[in-house]
């Protein structure tokens, strides 16, 4: 029986739905010819109800088929269907992990603590041991200290481990034992400290002993140096617990942006000795969130060093240690806002994105901030293991060619027909550091705003920055970060939001544009959020 309702039809942008009024138009022709004609079309009538309620269903399904011809496309594929594309590409998404923090733990000596022992922060969130171990016998020492270096020169008893409290007369108090940086292993040597000092040769004490802990809660959750600083399960024995070194912040599962702009870079997985291959077979290593690869092809360090002034815009070289200055180039040194980069000029005279005044100080010049090497590529990571990194590296890049970076890898070729011993290569790539993006938010204030405006307005920034708002990019290394992408979806919050100013900066958000080096990964936590209402 032929019937009114128009159908959906597949044209050159896909699967087109009828509109739902077009399809409560047929459904009532469709009911009135049934019923031989002259019927009432209100909808307030049973029929009128009836062709409402029958028109709603058709429209569902239209809506979950679109849905369905949506999801076999990448560019507008999510969830389940946009993790079934990703399986062509041997591709799984990320999942959420929780916040990791070493944290000092202090009590009797011996006391074993197990893994699962619990802690928790000044704001309520729970951590869990994920390592176990026995608090060792303080350690009796002599050393001293030069900033961030101690250097031991004896030991009576005891031996010295990461993240111990560290005292004696002089040391600053909540000093923590970091890493041995040389010497006998636990023993005379020197290490690194987490609070810069100059103290001379006394005698010294360490106690304690450093576990990693974390957030029963999976997602990016701030842990600041001294937040964990509760016991929440008590072990009889244990006494306290501090974390002289900020958490590495977790992350919410991996979002549809960042899945589907990993899928468009393996496309380049089968290319050899390109940066796109290099860049796509890094961000397929498990766990990987962002990298950033640049090449530099010339027999000279890239980049320029100089010293300089800055006065409002105008970037002046007042001499040229080495290399050569360039549009595009990142210009970093004492004073200069971050995200400074040079827009205009030639010679001596420069024009530079961000009016400031500086100098004259020791400048860098150079793309993305990061001077490299000659003949080299640049890899920087956020996430992953470092050998898996480095083993990725090495599958790509072409024979010869140089490193840069602060993480350092031995890799063995165990390609056949090699076999033991294996050739080894020293493969070196720059782990990104993270760097809070601060944001300063200015409302006006209204009668509508609601009780929790701040935490509103602090999850939607999140979302944008983050990537898990619809339709949203997560922020990356080596990118601009514009104030006005966040605009929206405060505005979509409600009718009570009233914006005076959005402004965004590293250390201080007085910016409404910045770019991040190469070298640095954008983070951004509540804490990064100020809100505030006029």
């Known amino acids: 029986m032929p019937t009114n ?6 044209g050159p942008t896909g699967f087109v739905a009828p509109s739902e009024a077009s399809i409560l138009a047929g459904v009532q022709a469709d009911q009135n010819a049934a019923f031989g004609g002259n019927l009432n079309p209100a909808l307030n009538t049973p029929q009128g109800q009836l062709a409402t309620s029958e028109a709603a269903v058709i429209g569902n399904k239209n809506d979950q088929f679109l849905a369905l011809a949506n999801g076999v496309d990448p ?38 603590i197990p893994i699962g022992a619990k802690a928790i922060d000044s704001v309520g969130n729970i951590y869990n041991a994920t390592q176990a171990g026995a608090i060792p016998a303080a350690s009796s020492v002599t050393g001293s200290i030069s900033g961030t270096v101690l250097t031991i020169s004896g030991v009576t008893a005891g031996a010295i481990h990461p993240f111990q409290n560290l005292t004696g007369t002089g040391v600053t108090a909540g000093t923590v034992t970091l890493a041995q940086i040389s010497g006998t292993t636990g023993g005379v040597g020197t290490y690194t400290v987490n609070t810069s000092q100059t103290v001379g040769s006394v005698a010294m004490a360490t106690s304690g002993i450093g576990l990693t802990f974390a957030a029963e809660i999976a997602g990016p959750i701030a842990c600041p140096i001294g937040q964990l600083s509760a016991i929440y399960q008590a072990i009889p024995g244990w006494d306290s617990i501090s974390n002289a070194v900020a958490g590495v912040i977790g992350r919410n599962v991996e979002s549809r942006s960042d899945f589907e702009f990993r899928r468009q870079s393996s496309v380049a997985l089968n290319a050899n000795g390109t940066y796109d291959s290099v860049l796509a077979n890094v961000l397929a290593v498990p766990n990987v969130l962002d990298a950033y690869v640049l090449g530099n092809p010339l027999g000279v360090t890239s980049g320029a060093v100089i010293s300089g002034t800055i006065a409002t815009t105008t970037l002046t070289v007042n001499s040229l240690t080495s290399g050569t200055v360039a549009i595009g180039q990142m210009v970093t040194g004492a004073g200069v806002a971050p995200g400074t980069y040079i827009t205009a000029g030639s010679g001596v005279t420069w024009t530079v994105n961000i009016s400031q005044s500086v100098g004259p100080v020791a400048m860098t010049c150079a793309q993305g901030g990061y001077p490299l090497v000659a003949h080299s590529i640049y890899v920087g990571t956020y996430g992953g293991v470092s050998a898996d990194i480095a083993a990725a590296i090495l599958r790509k890049i072409s024979p010869g060619c140089n490193f840069n970076g602060n993480t350092a890898v031995v890799v063995q070729d165990t390609t056949p027909p090699y076999s033991a011993p294996f050739p080894t290569y020293n493969v070196t790539f720059n782990t990104l550091t993270p760097t809070a993006v601060k944001f300063a938010i200015s409302m006006l204030t209204n009668a509508q705003v609601p009780a929790d405006a701040v935490a509103q307005i602090r999850a939607a920034v999140i979302a944008q920055f983050t990537g898990t708002a619809d339709a949203a990019t997560r922020e990356r290394t080596g990118a601009t970060i514009l104030h006005s992408a966040y605009y929206a979806p405060l505005f979509a919050l409600g009718a009570w939001v009233q914006i005076a100013e959005i402004a965004i900066g590293i250390g201080t958000a007085n910016k409404t544009t910045l770019l991040m080096q190469i070298d640095q990964e954008p983070t951004i936590t509540d804490l990064d959020i100020t809100v505030t209402f006029a």
Do not use: E, H, K, N
Request: charged share 10%.
């Open 5 to 10: 309702v128009p159908s959906p039809v597949f």
């Open 75 to 112: 560019a507008f594929a999510a969830g389940r269907m946009q993790d079934a594309i990703g399986r062509i590409y041997f591709m799984s998404r990320i999942a959420a992990a929780a916040t990791v923090v070493t944290a000092t733990c202090t009590g009797l000596d011996g006391l074993f």
